[in-house]
């Protein structure tokens, strides 16, 4: 997609950086590469007190320290100066002063979690974990991995604060339509080609056998931890819940978040301390363990056991797949009645196979940011053809196949409010979300005592940090 003229400046920012990150350069993904850190002053200064925001100070550190955390990501750190580190790092102090007021609470276990993956990723590219200690001038690992936690940890507290200050900004279809309007024609941002796909999905049966010797074993963990094993182990060894295991099976849920019905109904069922018997969703079998009920939250561990699925029971998936291919190729029934009725796929199957892209809600997929298996999969198909059957391997649902088709191609062409309406409303949502963040910092920046000191003074801020 792309833009021209200051109109939509707004909105590329809500599109290429998270909301409230618009004193930063554009963020390229890149390799740590040992190179030195941008800066704006030309000596090397003594680590003291850079500024105050409330309760929270800033040290001339914490500046290296931010590079540090954006390098650990892969991101080019090489065109942004030391005073658009400092206007981020203030924003993100504003927010977090706020957030303590509005009593927001980050897990440390969240913390641990993003940043072993930080590490992790630090380590494949310079080799081991003396390099990385060495590269960051820490003296110890210890020393290095506590600064990279409080980093990430504040950058949290800051995303969740903006996520609080925008999570009642709604966009009627008059603004959208107003929103529009306002582009002039030659400004209208142009989008990328699109295909809409739809997809057949057979799942290998499992048997009745295989089910309860998963349902046997999640009664013995049970059994155990009564007799005094702890659950978080054993969620971190024995749990197929990719997304929870290293943290023990940890979640924290109320009635609105986004789980299936049967995990919720099960949760909210038990008191403290309490254990579930096993139980069966869509992806496996499980037992909950609840730790703490604080209000309408429930915090919880749970171990997720996924039935094996026998090589017999594979061989049939695939012949099925095969049968049903053949039928709509040879005409007997349409690739969207076939998934009506024989698919496996409870969330396309209504729908005709057709899959929803889950960043825009709509059944369209530009090309350039399409998910790279699903682009190799369907870039070469002509119309109206359908895939081999394809083997995936689903990290929540475990092993089926599938077959997926293009049901819809649209070229490249310039913004149109019919049929672009779900694109265009969106960005006028990112618009009016950042200028409430704005009004929001402006507000906050004049009920909270700040201070610039030294050099800093002659920064030139986005924000009126400096109260002139």
């Known amino acids: 997609m792309k833009y021209t003229n ?28 040992p190179k030195p850190l941008s800066t704006s002053f030309k000596k090397q200064k003594i680590d003291g007190v850079i500024a105050t925001v409330g309760d929270y100070i800033i040290l001339d550190s914490d500046i290296d320290k931010s590079f540090l955390e ?40 969240e913390i641990k979690e993003k940043l072993n993956e930080q590490v992790s990723y630090m380590v494949e ?22 600064e990279l936690f409080d980093i990430i940890k504040m950058n949290k507290l800051a995303g969740e604060m903006q996520k609080k200050i925008i999570e009642g900004v709604e966009i ?35 048997t009745e056998e295989e089910k309860q010797r998963v349902v046997n074993r999640l009664k013995e963990i049970k059994a155990e931890v009564l007799a005094g094993s702890s659950f978080k182990t054993r969620a971190v060894i024995y749990s197929d819940d990719r997304g929870s295991a290293s943290s023990g099976g940890f979640y924290k849920i109320n009635r609105k978040t986004q789980f299936v019905k049967e995990f919720k109904d099960v949760a909210f069922s ?42 017999q029971a594979l061989k049939d998936a695939k012949e099925k797949i095969i049968t049903i291919k053949r039928k709509i190729e040879n005409g007997e029934i349409t690739f ?58 689903d990290q929540r649902t475990g092993k089926k196949y599938k077959i997926i088709t293009v049901t819809d191609r649209i070229d490249q062409h310039t913004a149109d409010y019919a049929r672009d309406y779900v694109k265009i409303k969106d960005l006028a949502l990112k618009e009016k979300q950042i200028k409430a963040i704005a009004k929001w910092t402006d507000e906050k920046i ?5 201070k610039i000191n030294g050099e800093y003074k002659d920064c030139t801020f986005t924000n009126n940090w400096l109260k002139k």
């Open 6 to 33: 200051s109109k939509l400046t707004i909105a590329i920012i809500a599109i290429l950086c998270s909301v409230g990150f618009a004193n930063a350069q554009e963020i390229i993904k890149d390799s740590i590469k």
């Open 70 to 109: 954006l390098s650990s990501q892969g991101n080019s750190i090489k065109d942004i100066t030391r005073c658009q580190m400092l206007g981020k790092l203030l924003e993100d102090k504003l927010y977090a002063h706020q957030a303590v007021q509005d009593s927001i609470i980050i897990r440390d276990e």
């Open 125 to 146: 590219q310079l080799g081991s974990m003396d390099k990385v200690v060495q590269y960051f001038k820490k003296s110890s690992e210890d020393e290095f991995r506590t």
């Open 172 to 206: 009627t279809p008059e603004e959208t339509r107003n929103f529009f309007k306002a582009i002039p024609q030659n400004d209208l941002p142009v989008f990328g080609a699109e295909m809409e796909v739809a997809q057949i999905v057979v799942s290998p049966k499992i």
């Open 270 to 311: 038990l008191g403290e301390g309490e254990i579930s018997e096993p139980f069966e969703t869509e992806f496996g079998y499980h037992i909950i363990m609840v730790e703490k009920i604080k209000g309408q939250e429930v915090e919880l561990r749970h171990i997720l056991m996924m039935p094996k699925v026998s090589d």
């Open 336 to 393: 969207a009645d076939a998934a009506r009725t024989m698919s496996d796929e409870k969330e396309t199957r209504a729908n005709g196979g057709v899959l929803i892209n889950p960043k825009t809600q709509d059944t369209h997929f530009e090309l350039t940011k399409m998910d790279p298996s699903l682009y190799s999969e369907v870039s070469n198909l002509k119309d109206k053809a359908i895939t081999a059957p394809i083997l995936d391997d």
């Open 446 to 450: 004049m009920e909270t005592y700040i």
